[in-house]
């Protein structure tokens, strides 16, 4: 297919290209996402993409394929991390009920997508790659992106890593972060019955992966500390 269009904005990505263009014959944004490496991993992209499109889960929407490219409905610029970080900085609002209402979106939103994926595949896929950027933002509304790092596994690890993520985006391992963290602990068992000890599991063995990915192990007491709050919440 040939298309003509202009090339507005390109995603930050680690593996492949993602582009915002704009489709002039059809007046639409699209996002084109080019798979730069392995070719199951747009297979199994699409897939779930199609069979939660079927279900009104909310992810864009496949406008066209080839063999190594996807064109799909553009949804919005704004991602939960974008919202995260303007909720930490704001002076004004009742910043934990802000960003804890926004949580209990995304986490439902997951619980669709479990229970959807397990019914067409016979076994839990989890996220995984679950990096605040791979959540959007409209009208109020949470949209998942980015499927190809799906695995089989359990919730608790998704949550494990969301926790870990939410505590090391800039700035690192404050205060506020600890206290939410801790409040969507809470969340996920109370409200998405996650087993607390196996979420506080996997949120200590992701934050010792991050300390040495990102850090080369440099944060270790800092990230010893954040353990000793987190076993705490489980007493």
């Given at each position: 297919m040939k298309m003509n269009y202009e090339l507005m904005k390109t995603f930050k990505s680690r593996k492949n290209k993602v582009e915002l263009i704009y489709d002039i014959d059809n007046g639409m944004k699209l996002v084109r996402k080019e798979y730069l490496n392995l070719e199951h991993c747009k297979k199994k992209e699409t897939s779930i993409l199609r069979i939660l499109e079927k279900h009104n889960v909310k992810?864009?929407?496949i406008i066209y394929e080839n063999n190594n490219m996807i064109y799909m409905t553009y949804i919005s610029d704004v991602t939960?991390?974008?919202y995260f970080l303007?909720?930490?900085?704001?002076?004004?609002?009742?910043?934990?009920?802000a960003i804890i209402d926004i949580f209990k979106k995304v986490f439902s939103w997951l619980e669709?997508?479990?229970?959807?994926?397990f019914e067409y595949m016979g076994?839990?896929?989890?996220?995984?790659?679950?990096?605040f950027r791979n959540f959007l933002i409209k009208d109020d509304i949470i949209y998942g992106i980015d499927f190809e790092d799906s695995i089989s596994g359990s919730k608790e690890i998704d949550g494990g890593r969301f926790c870990a993520y939410l505590l090391t985006y800039k700035p690192i391992l404050t205060e506020w972060k600890i206290n939410i963290t801790a409040k969507v602990i809470d969340l996920l068992v109370d409200d998405f019955k996650y087993d607390r000890k196996s979420l506080l599991n996997e949120i200590k063995k992701e934050l010792d992966k991050i300390n040495f990915r990102r850090w080369d192990g440099h944060r270790t007491s800092k990230v010893?500390?954040?353990?000793s709050l987190l076993d705490s919440y489980a007493e």
């Open positions: 992810v864009p929407r939960l991390l974008d303007l909720i930490e900085n704001d002076i004004v609002i009742d910043k934990d009920k669709q997508y479990y229970q959807i994926t076994r839990r896929l989890i996220f995984y790659d679950i990096n010893k500390y954040i353990i």
